[in-house]
């Protein structure tokens, strides 16, 4: 971690919970103070735009860009929302954030909601982050006692609310659209025509960014567009970025590092390598609907740009890794994939709806050992269906498929081929449930022993 | 046995509050559920009745969500991960070790009306491999050991339920 400087994640101690005096000490809200007396909300928008802050749900838009969607003659109210639905498998990063730094959050949120000109922020959190929620409720309360949210913040003109909104649970609701019917106490189909930025949540501007995106404002305005851009590793990169590891790691958890660090870096350095006895196979680099890499991959930049220029199909996502190691058939972790992507399918379009299931009893076939030759070019062609689907998830489900079949088609064909899967391995339900010995815990820096509850 | 009228006016003031009353849709179904034990046919009434929402409106969301139960449930709900990560750690095992601990399978309640176990999708705690939740709140990584004492402790000390169930 040489080298590098954490900002929004000062520690990953998922049980210190930064105070508010702990957050102003680090020059919180200070930003916030400085521009309700001196900037006009274009010139924060400015700033954003200026530093390149990239998305960081995993679609890596600009958010300077989305931000100058909303037109400024825009209609009132208008509101922001902060996206900690986070049910992507393998990913984790937000968890940490908030459980560290909710008021980073909070203060990107206030001032997204003052660039904006918006009079109210949610914070959409999904169930199992109960804990989080309570934190960030804590830290919601101690925001207002010290008059940095609510009416007439600091004493300016300016007056900005935030409201918690608990999810009750379904992938889908992390989708920008999806997302603003679940608020509305809707079921959260995706579909929605045109911009959230015209009409969004009741038919009003509406900003929809993810939390870690907005934790960033703060610093950036504080220290401007130019100290954030330097912060990546090239231009197209700027920026810091959380990376979650987990899997088959020596210290699986969340690393802030500069945007764009390699994936070999990440997953060697900071994760501290493979289990002792365990060979690196392959990784899917951020979250489930993304494609596999392989050792060859590891000097790749993990950012947008290096990543699409990959290849088709391939994409950051939100940069959580998850490792395979040598003992991992592919075709099961991409069965267990799909098996996810067909039951979160909100059912809305066709091809998501019939298609993912399909695509699991063909996968399910061929990890049986039951797969028919003709069953590649039949996933193949339900992965192009895909492409027809109303939203992003169900291409992104097709992802870790067409990867499996295109990178490492000869594992595939192995178990049609032997009517079984080729590698050696112990029935599931015979493996001693213990904790992988060797796995370090990032909080104690010790070996990690069953330690429940989390 | 209808909402208590503290906890009714509560809803209402919420409900006042919000931009719209079915904002408030979620919160009220999570506590009728906390109330009745589950989404009962009459929660449902009720629900539409405190939000100016049809039944069918609730049920379309009822049935969509994974922590809302149209069914009985117990009153500690586990919820196993079964997604890539917690799958390679073992979930296969944590669940059979459940069912076999409290004899039932996956879906079913015990007896005694305590535990209900359902499969659940990545849980965001892959760092802590295998993870099951207990009313939301986390538990991993999982060993037979450490699941007999959380189910012993669950059972000595009936801890308060967590929010979210």
């Known amino acids: 971690m040489a080298g590098s400087q954490s900002f929004i994640l000062h520690n990953r101690l998922e049980h210190q919970t930064m105070t508010l005096d702990e957050y102003r000490r680090t020059g919180g809200y200070q930003g916030l103070r400085e521009l309700l007396n001196h900037e006009a909300p274009e010139n924060i928008k400015k700033t954003v735009l200026d530093s390149g802050l990239q998305g960081r749900g995993g679609a890596g838009f600009p958010a300077g860009k989305k931000w100058q969607l909303l037109p400024d003659d825009a209609p009132h109210p208008r509101y922001i929302v902060a996206n900690t639905d986070e049910m992507e498998p393998g990913t984790f990063k937000d968890r940490l954030l908030l459980s560290v730094n909710p008021h980073t959050v909070i203060e990107g949120m206030i001032i997204a909601g003052y660039a904006n000109s918006a009079q109210k922020g949610y914070f959409f959190i999904r169930p199992s982050y109960q804990q989080v929620a309570l934190k960030f409720e804590k830290a919601l309360s101690e925001a207002r006692a010290g008059g940095f949210l609510g009416q007439k913040i600091l004493g300016s003109d300016f007056s900005f609310e935030i409201v918690v909104h608990r999810s009750a649970g379904r992938y889908i609701c992390g989708e920008a659209k999806g997302l603003i019917h679940a608020l509305q106490g809707e079921r959260p189909h995706p579909n929605i025509e045109g911009h959230l930025t015209e009409e969004g949540l009741w038919g009003r501007p509406t900003i929809v960014n993810n939390a870690e995106t907005l934790a960033y404002v703060p610093h950036i305005v504080r220290n401007g567009a130019q100290w954030f851009r330097d912060l990546g590793k090239h231009d197209k990169a700027p920026g810091n970025k959380i990376y979650s590891v987990c899997g088959r790691v020596r210290r699986p958890g969340v690393f802030e590092l500069p945007f764009g660090t390699s994936l070999g870096e990440i997953i060697e350095e900071h994760a501290g390598g493979m289990l002792p006895g365990y060979e690196f196979k392959a990784c899917l680099p951020g979250g489930a609907s993304t494609r596999y890499l392989t050792k060859e991959f590891f000097h790749v930049e993990m950012d947008f740009e290096s990543m699409s220029k990959i290849g088709p199909g391939h994409r950051l996502g939100t940069g959580a890794i998850m490792v395979f190691d040598h003992t991992c058939c592919l075709v099961a972790i991409t069965l267990n994939l799909i098996q996810f992507f067909a039951r979160e399918s909100c059912g809305w379009c066709t091809p998501c709806r019939e298609g993912l299931p399909y695509m699991e009893a063909l996968l399910a076939a061929i990890a049986r050992g039951e797969g028919e030759a003709d069953f590649l070019p039949r996933l193949q062609e339900m992965c192009r269906h895909m492409r027809n689907a109303y939203c992003a998830f169900a291409l992104g489900a097709a992802s870790p498929v067409q990867g499996l079949m295109e990178d490492f088609e000869d594992e595939v064909k192995a178990h049609i081929t032997h009517k079984k899967c080729p590698l050696e391995h112990d029935d599931p339900n015979q493996w001693p449930l213990q904790p992988m010995p060797g796995i370090e815990d990032l909080e104690t820096g010790n070996e990690r022993h069953p330690s429940c509850p989390i | ?165």
């Open chain 2, 1 to 165: 046995m209808m909402l208590p009228e503290d906890k009714r006016e509560q809803l209402q003031t919420q409900i006042l509050e919000s931009e719209a009353p079915r904002e408030e849709a979620i919160n009220v179904m999570f506590a009728l559920q906390k109330h009745y034990g589950y989404l009962s046919d009459e929660a449902v009434s009720e629900a539409a009745h405190m939000l100016g929402m049809t039944t069918l409106e609730i049920e379309e969301l009822a049935t969509f969500y994974d922590f809302l139960y149209r069914e009985p449930v117990g009153t500690y709900v586990i919820h196993v991960c079964d997604s890539s990560i917690c799958w390679m750690y073992g979930e296969e095992t944590v669940m059979d070790y459940l069912s076999k601990t409290l004899a039932i399978a996956p879906g079913e309640t015990t007896a005694d009306g305590l535990f209900t176990i359902l499969p659940v999708c990545c849980v965001g705690y892959c760092d802590h491999a295998p993870v099951m939740l207990i009313n939301g709140k986390p538990y991993g990584p999982l060993t037979p050991d450490a699941i007999d004492s959380i189910l012993l402790d669950i059972r000595l000390n009936h801890p308060e339920c967590e929010e979210v169930k």
